[in-house]
């Protein structure tokens, strides 16, 4: 935090105030903006908030892929040490891992540069009677939660302010509670609710609107409701009586969704992902987006959705002139667990979205890429929600993608208010809603007389962390598999499994049956690394520790 805003300030020193120099040079660059200059129009103002957007795809081009590695996904390039991704993936972290230092800065820049277009847009002059001013505060609110959620979602409690930073004795902040900072996430997102509209078809993913502040409320609240890891190294919760209200609160929004023009895709699952990968926006099911398209190809964000986490295609062996008749390259960082493809319903079409069995070579004779099976290979299955394939051939950078990541969408709202309705006892409403999400994906309608067909052994593993004796047990083993047949690599599996409190067990159950375990050399080595009562964190940055006394030398647990 410290080391991001101390980087700031100087960048804003330089862009809004006048230097002591200032008498000798005395024309300016029409790019130069005083504080008290910048804040005169709403086309300023409009340009400040994207300023906050444009924090989002650096967190997401690259960085957080591995976040989310649970017992769906795995890095597999080699298990040796990186410092970075694979190291994050098989919990083998450390305070000096880069990529986990970049996403700490990354979300503190994010957060202060809300921070600072909220108190500049709230003092300009006519701001309480503008509803434009209102609306583009209600967009600076919603990035603030978002970027809120995430500190404590990653790190729980953490350094924390809500007010611009204009020197450097407050850069060094204390811990936050988490729950102040819950506190301020609802704060900020019924204010953005309240001030922003529901999304049209005219309307972008890309930017915050009714739908996904009510939705990013519900997420929050459910996290809220969930087990957390606290600075004594034990997992608790809040007690049914508060978890039920931030439950009802969670059914409130679901009931508010009723008014939008929210829905699934009309196109069905595949048809939304191969969307995606395309580069076409929906507002039906696609609630907020982070986007990567820039005009020039080259300034912003480096995008690798579906590079990093689809499935492998060669380079082609081509000349510079002839880039945009083929297919970019795949890197192919990510597999897939391979059991997870046999515990869909054979129906289902989220099965073969969610697993690729195969892969792209380039030919020489045929001067092409070709199509290779790897149905034997399972060690070498892939992601496959993203993919080359998808997307307009001639990409201006072969190795970079356009592709958007969508954060929230439809399909996990409705999931989302399925778990609340069975936390609150209203198991009808939850099949319900669990069943309109597999009516989409063309599998079967479940309930509890054929429960066991789909939820149980020898169709996928029995879960001995997961009561289901009763029928909110049951629920509560379906939306396990509900929600990673949904929502797999989309950077939530993790969190909930976190909030669930069952992370450490999920990864060791997965590490002991997976087949790429079964020879000498384990492929996917998460379950013998997590260690419950730490990896449910990650580390405060090594450098953020040095710099900021107030943390006292005190990391999260057991780092």
């Known amino acids: 935090m410290i080391a991001v805003i101390k980087k700031i300030l100087i960048s804003v020193s330089v862009i809004l105030f006048a230097s002591s120099c200032e008498d000798k040079l005395t024309e300016r660059p029409l790019s130069y903006y005083e504080k008290s200059e910048f804040f005169k129009s709403e086309e300023n103002a409009e340009m400040g908030i994207v300023g906050i957007y444009n924090v989002l795809p650096s967190l997401y081009g690259d960085n957080e892929m591995a976040f989310a590695s649970s017992d769906d996904t795995y890095y597999v390039s080699g298990t040796n040490s990186d410092n970075a991704?694979?190291?994050?993936?098989?919990?083998?972290?450390?305070?000096?891992?880069?990529?986990?230092?970049?996403?700490?800065?990354d979300t503190y820049k994010g957060l202060e540069r809300a921070n600072y277009m909220i108190e500049g847009i709230e003092q300009m002059k006519g701001y309480s009677k503008s509803a434009v001013l209102q609306s583009l505060v209600a967009e600076a609110k919603f990035l603030r939660a978002f970027f809120s959620f995430n500190l404590v979602k990653y790190w729980g409690d953490v350094p924390y302010k809500t007010f611009y930073t204009t020197n450097y004795e407050d850069t060094y902040q204390p811990r936050t509670s988490r729950d102040e900072i819950y506190n301020q996430i609802v704060d900020d997102l019924c204010f953005a609710k309240s001030h922003l509209e529901w999304a049209t078809e005219a309307d972008s993913p890309e930017r915050a609107t009714q739908g996904a502040a009510r939705a990013l409320l519900m997420r929050a609240l459910l996290f809220r409701a969930g087990y957390s890891l606290n600075m004594n190294g034990e997992l608790t919760r809040p007690d049914d009586e508060i978890r039920h209200e931030y439950y009802n609160q969670i059914v409130s929004e679901w009931e508010a969704f009723a008014e939008s023009n929210h829905g699934f895709y009309e196109?069905?699952?595949?048809?939304?992902?191969?969307?995606?990968?395309?580069?076409?926006?929906?507002?039906?099911?696609?609630?907020?987006?982070?986007?990567?398209y820039t005009l020039d190809g080259k300034t912003g964000a480096r995008g690798y959705w579906g590079t990093y986490n689809g499935p492998y295609v060669d380079a082609p062996?081509?000349?510079?002139?002839?880039?945009?008749?083929?297919?970019?390259?795949?890197?192919?960082?990510?597999?897939?667990i391979p059991e997870w493809y046999d515990f869909f319903d054979s129906n289902d079409k989220r099965r073969d979205v969610m697993i690729c069995?195969?892969?792209?070579?380039?030919?020489?004779?045929?001067?092409?890429?070709?199509?290779?099976?790897?149905?034997?290979?399972?060690?070498?299955?892939?992601?496959?929600?993203?993919?080359?394939e998808w997307m307009p051939v001639g990409y201006r950078d072969p190795n970079l993608t356009d592709v958007n990541y969508c954060n929230i969408r439809y399909a996990d709202v409705v999931l989302m208010a399925a778990e609340a309705y069975n936390e609150l006892g209203k198991t009808t409403e939850a099949w319900s809603l669990i069943n309109k999400v597999r009516e989409r994906a063309e599998a079967t309608q479940i309930n509890s007389s054929n429960y066991s067909d789909f939820y149980k052994a020898p169709k996928v593993y029995d879960l001995p962390f997961i009561d289901d004796g009763n029928e909110q047990g049951r629920i509560r083993t379906a939306l396990y598999w509900e929600r990673g047949f949904e929502l797999a690599f989309e950077l939530h599996r993790r969190f909930d499994l976190v909030r669930w409190g069952i992370l450490a067990e999920a990864?060791?159950?997965?590490?002991?049956?997976?087949v790429v375990n079964a020879s000498s050399e384990k492929a996917y080595i998460a379950g013998d690394n997590y260690e419950k009562g730490k990896h449910e964190l990650f580390p405060i940055p090594l450098d953020e520790m040095q710099i900021n006394y107030k943390l006292n030398n005190i990391n999260n647990p057991k780092y």
Do not use: C
């Open 85 to 105: 991704r694979r190291d994050i993936s098989h919990y083998r972290l450390s305070t000096t891992n880069k990529y986990v230092e970049s996403v700490w800065n």
């Open 267 to 292: 196109g069905g699952y595949e048809e939304l992902f191969k969307s995606f990968s395309a580069g076409k926006l929906n507002t039906k099911e696609s609630i907020f987006e982070v986007a990567f």
């Open 317 to 336: 062996v081509i000349k510079n002139t002839e880039s945009k008749k083929y297919m970019g390259r795949a890197n192919a960082l990510f597999r897939v």
């Open 357 to 388: 069995r195969y892969k792209y070579e380039w030919d020489k004779e045929k001067y092409n890429h070709v199509k290779v099976s790897q149905e034997r290979s399972k060690k070498n299955w892939y992601p496959g929600k993203w993919r080359r």
């Open 507 to 514: 990864v060791k159950l997965t590490g002991d049956k997976s």
